[in-house]
């Protein structure tokens, strides 16, 4: 049984291996085109709005992910395999280029060509800049890898773990204007390679552990 005393470790795996995915840093840029004609009020809002739409849907595919591996006949080891190979093209992408999943750069320009339509909560911030492939994909080997006589406390902490990851992603987010002055674009761009290194590592960790399932099964067999 895991006890409670370790819970806040296990919480913060989750969060490490979430937030270098997420890497709200990166979005900064963006929230500073899409907000730049809105009130501090309406920017407050706007960020707290995609904190909680990206929580609502990368906790719903936590919850959700044992329905899609039934539905579809997918083993557990597929999901981390599938997973990690997932983040670690992401990963690859953040180190080599500087890039990541955030928003498309087109829906970004497009938002900020409607300044009459402020409402950008949902996408881009939430989708895919907060909740995109990589985050979802990370929350599913995360809720894979649960052992079934410790699903409810295993949910449990990876929730904590979402909640907490897109609780600093407000924080970050709420600061755009004043992290964007201090690191500037090459700080930034250093930054996100960074977490791809972070990246990379998790997600090979999810791949040898998808394909150590395998193996085991194929011996099973």
Same mark, same amino acid.
């Given at each position: 049984?895991?006890?409670l005393?370790?819970?806040?470790h ?6 490490? &291996? ?5 890497n709200?840093i %990166?979005t900064?840029p963006?929230v500073?085109a899409?907000?730049g004609g ?10 707290r709005?995609?904190a909680i739409?990206a929580?609502?849907i990368?906790i719903s595919?936590?919850?959700a992910?044992?329905l899609?591996?039934?539905?579809f006949?997918? %083993?557990?080891a ?5 997973? &990690? ?5 992401l &990963? ?7 890039q990541?999943?955030s928003g ?14 402020p409402?950008?909560?949902f996408?881009p911030l939430a989708?895919? %800049?907060l909740?995109?492939p990589?985050s979802?994909?990370a929350?599913l080997?995360?809720?894979?890898q649960?052992?079934?006589?410790h ?5 449990f ?6 909640i907490?990851?897109?609780?600093i992603?407000?924080?970050v987010l ?10 500037g674009r090459?700080?930034?761009?250093a930054?996100?390679k960074i977490?791809g ?11 040898? %552990?998808?394909?150590h399932?395998?193996i085991?099964?194929?011996q099973?067999g």
């Amino acid at each position: 049984m895991i006890e409670l005393l370790s819970v806040p470790h296990y919480v913060g795996i989750v969060v490490l &291996g979430i937030l270098p995915i997420m890497n709200p840093i %990166s979005t900064v840029p963006l929230v500073i085109a899409l907000t730049g004609g809105m009130t501090a009020a309406q920017r407050t809002e706007q960020i707290r709005l995609a904190a909680i739409y990206a929580a609502a849907i990368l906790i719903s595919f936590l919850l959700a992910g044992q329905l899609i591996i039934a539905a579809f006949g997918i %083993s557990l080891a597929g999901i981390r395999v599938a997973g &990690g190979m997932i983040i670690l093209v992401l &990963g690859m992408r953040m180190l080599l280029t500087g890039q990541d999943e955030s928003g498309p750069p087109q829906e970004a320009a497009a938002a900020a060509r409607h300044p009459g339509q402020p409402d950008i909560a949902f996408t881009p911030l939430a989708m895919p %800049s907060l909740s995109g492939p990589g985050s979802i994909a990370a929350v599913l080997s995360y809720g894979s890898q649960v052992p079934a006589e410790h699903r409810v406390i295993g949910y449990f902490i990876i929730i904590c773990g979402i909640i907490v990851t897109l609780a600093i992603a407000w924080l970050v987010l709420s600061s755009s204007f004043r992290i964007a002055r201090a690191l500037g674009r090459s700080g930034v761009a250093a930054l996100t390679k960074i977490m791809g290194f972070l990246l990379t590592c998790i997600a090979v960790q999810f791949i040898a %552990s998808g394909i150590h399932e395998f193996i085991l099964s194929w011996q099973g067999g």
